[in-house]
């Protein structure tokens, strides 16, 4: 009878508001849970002053924490009748519709009396009910959504022709539909839902699969981009020592030719003072005889002198080199660091090509031209390859073929016979640029690796675009449109073509592209095949025909 009259608030802890656990007492009376008033004090250690939570008295120093034995036993005997279930509702819990004042948890709704219970409640409900007891589900929050708003019944029958929960009144609204129960109906939907579960399992473990798949491939790329930073080090390491040791090579074999052309000159060199200084010695004997009053001895000593002057004359003879300094050394040396740089750059861009060609997710396919803006090439014509009936005009953005020969200079690179440019920016990765031409008139847009051949005299149709292994060429006019490689020619079947041709190219996917460009892009003629080199945009302009490169960074 005492237990009855027990109300849980009396063992809830004031802190954490759920039933007491561990209970402790501290000098003010009130009980915590050990762990929640811990806690609390353990945040005042810096003032050393502790306070209970409640009365707000303060105790110093900290005061020791001792088991409420009591409040323990009566716990224990609470658990034992159910009265800790009735724990007061907290946020997101469904509460009691019985009590009064502060709600405690529902555990229980009856779908007869269309309330929730907690725990005291509900015992009280079977009580009273126990000759016929109510239908009774989990408690829930949704019961206004299982009774018929109209007869504030409940929701007992579907009908499929309305698909709509109904009640048995609702049934003379719905009389020619077909209707079944409630249950029925959940059994049907049920195997789909098995359906759809098992679909969903699949997807599931399919993107389990394709998860740690990607992830195996992430730790597997970071490995080889590990190994790829310590191999390019090491071999860059090697290159420079290499690059460092031929220098020193070079620089010692200058010094050494410097040692035995210098040795080899300063023996000249005193061989030179010492006849020098013979000759001055006879030129001092040759001045003091001119000056003898005596005929026989001058023409005496004049004799042997003459002797001694031949020998002199013929004992050394100097021939001094033209190669007197190093400056074709320094010109080679100054000539083989530009090519060095030159390959350098080339060989780096081409890595560089590969390193941004390395995806783990391969890019999606492109739709919209902006989209294929992203990979906007600007195009810049080699003045080197312009043959020579082609005229450029607005900065070398407008191509034309006119009456005359506009004369440019030889060049080992340029078109001689065919009215051909090529562009000075080879193609990388991913690439799209446009061309436009002028209203009538024909015009090729073509890509091709730098060694094709530029000169006709040998075989003229080998220096044109498409008409060689080394170039792929897109031939466009008002009445005919056609697709030319390595000589072989293929007809387009389209209908109508924009004056504005766009060109994608994805190089290591070795794919090519022809786009009609307008409000849309019109796909005109895809080529698939591998690239083996770098690829330069090229053009074809016949005559009369105006051609304008698009500016795609504006």
């Not at 269309?114 to 829930?140: G, V, W």
């Not at 010094?255 to 001055?280: C, G, H, P, Y």
């Not at 001119?290 to 042997?304: E, K, M, N, P, Y």
Request: glycine content about 4%; hydrophobic content about 30%; overall charge neutral.
């Amino acid at each position: 009878m005492a237990e009855s009259c027990i109300s849980v608030e009396q063992f809830l802890c004031p802190v954490c508001l759920d039933l007491l656990k561990d209970p402790v007492t501290i000098q003010c009376g009130h009980s915590y849970c050990k762990s929640c008033i811990t806690d609390c004090w353990d945040q005042e250690d810096q003032k050393r002053v502790y306070s209970c939570p409640q009365c707000r008295q303060t105790f110093s120093p900290r005061p020791a924490l001792f088991k409420n034995v009591v409040f323990a036993e009566l716990l224990e005997k609470l658990k034992k009748t159910k009265l800790q279930s009735a724990v007061p509702a907290g946020a997101g819990d469904v509460q009691c519709d019985v009590c009064t004042g502060r709600k405690h948890k529902a555990i229980k709704s009856c779908l007869v009396c269309l309330n929730s219970y907690c725990q005291t409640h509900f015992d009280h409900h079977e009580e009273f009910n126990s000759r016929k007891p109510h239908k009774m589900i989990e408690a829930t929050g949704r019961l206004q959504e299982m009774i018929c708003q109209k007869h504030e019944k409940l929701l007992e029958v579907f009908c499929r022709t309305d698909q709509k929960c109904i009640c048995v009144l609702c049934m003379d609204e719905h009389k020619n539909h077909k209707t079944v129960s409630a249950a029925a109906q959940r059994t049907e939907k049920q195997k789909q839902l098995k359906k759809m579960q098992k679909t969903l399992q699949q997807r599931i473990q399919q993107r389990e699969k394709d998860l740690q798949q990607l992830r195996d491939t992430v730790e597997s790329h970071k490995r080889s981009a590990q190994t790829a930073v310590e191999d390019s080090e090491r071999i860059f390491t090697e290159l420079i020592r290499s690059i460092e040791r031929s220098r020193s090579e070079l620089i010692q074999l200058i010094r050494d030719q410097e040692k035995t052309a210098v040795s080899r000159a300063e023996e000249r060199l005193k061989q030179l003072e010492q006849e020098i200084n013979d000759l001055r010695r006879r030129d001092a004997e040759l001045e003091q005889l001119s000056h003898t009053q005596d005929h026989i001895q001058f023409l005496q000593s004049l004799q042997s002198l003459s002797v001694s002057e031949y020998r002199l004359s013929t004992a050394l003879q100097v021939t001094v080199s033209s190669q007197l300094t190093f400056d074709e050394v320094r010109r080679s040396v100054s000539l083989l660091r530009k090519e060095i740089e030159d390959f350098c750059k080339d060989e780096i861009e081409i890595i560089s090509d590969k390193v941004k060609l390395v995806e783990l997710i391969p890019s999606p396919e492109l739709k919209t031209r902006e989209e294929f803006l992203q990979y906007s090439y600007q195009l810049a014509l080699d003045l080197n390859t312009v043959n020579p009936l082609l005229g450029l005009s607005d900065g070398n953005s407008v191509i034309f073929q006119g009456d005359m020969c506009y004369g440019y200079p030889d060049h080992p690179d340029r078109f001689d016979y065919w009215e051909q440019v090529l562009c000075t920016k080879r193609v990388c990765g991913r690439s799209y640029w446009e061309v436009e031409q002028s209203e009538k008139g024909m015009m090729e847009v073509a890509v091709s690796y730098k060694n094709i051949r530029r000169k006709g005299e040998v075989e003229r149709r080998d220096c044109l675009f498409g008409c060689n292994d080394h170039s792929w060429s897109l031939f466009c006019s008002s009445f005919r449109c056609s697709f030319t490689h390595n000589s072989i020619e293929t007809d387009l079947p389209v209908k109508s073509i924009s004056r504005r041709i766009g060109v994608f190219v994805d190089h290591s996917a070795g794919t090519l592209s022809f786009y009609s460009v307008s409000d849309t892009m019109s796909l005109i003629h895809t080529v698939q095949t591998t690239f083996t080199q770098p690829l330069y945009p090229g053009f074809r302009v016949y005559y009369g025909t105006t051609m304008k490169l698009s500016n795609l960074s504006k």
